[in-house]
C-alpha cells in the first residue's frame, strides 16, 4: 500500500471479528513500533503483546468491569485478537543523557522541557496504527483504565508506565465511527496550521 494510503485510511476501527492475526503481520508490526524515533537513542520503551482470547480476555477482565463492559458502547472492541500495550521509562532517559556525550550528570528532570518518555512511545503507538492499516487490519489506541490493577495483573515493573493500548484486528461490518467525528469534525488547516508566526 502506498504510504499516503496508510495515512488516509488511517482511523480509530472499534469493532473487530475474532478472527486470528497472521503471527508474521503482529510480528512486523512490533518490529515497526521498534523503529520509533526516541530521544538520544534512548529507546526507553517496552510492549507487552497480547494474542488469542485467553490473553486479551485476562487483559479486558482485569481492565474493566463486567458492568462497565456491558455498557460499554463499543462491545466489538473486546474481540480484537491482539492487543499491544505501550511503555514508557522515564529512568531509561534520565540514564542515557548523564552519560559522557550528553553530560547531563546531574539527572535533573527539570532539563526536559516536555516527557519525551512518553511522546517516543506515542510516536511508535502511531507505527503500530499505521501498520496495522498497511496490512488490511485496523486497530484503535486507547489509554488504560486501571492502571494499578494492569500493572499487579501483568507484573509490569514499577519503572514502567503504561502510556496506552493498541487493539488490533479485522474489522468488523458493524464498525461504526466515533461520535466525536460528526460532532466535532476535522479542523481546516487555517486554523491548526501556521506559516512564519502565530
Known sequence: MEFQDVVRKRKMVRSFTDEPIDPDVLERIIANAQRAPSAGFSQGWAFLVLSGREQTERYWNTTMTVERRKEFGWPGMFNAPALIVAFSNKSQYIARYSLPDKGWTDRDEKRWPVPYW?????????????????????????????????????????????????????????????????????????????????
Open 118 to 198: 512518553d511522546i517516543d512511545v506515542g510516536m511508535a503507538a502511531l507505527l503500530i496504527l499505521q501498520t496495522a492499516v498497511d496490512a488490511g487490519l485496523g486497530a484503535v489506541f486507547f489509554g488504560i483504565f486501571d492502571q494499578a490493577g494492569f500493572r499487579g495483573a501483568f507484573g509490569i515493573p514499577e519503572e514502567y508506565t503504561a502510556v496506552g493500548t493498541v487493539a488490533i484486528g479485522h474489522r468488523a461490518p458493524t464498525d461504526r465511527p466515533s461520535p466525536s467525528l460528526k460532532t466535532v469534525g476535522r479542523k481546516p488547516a487555517s486554523l491548526v496550521v501556521h506559516r512564519g508566526r502565530w
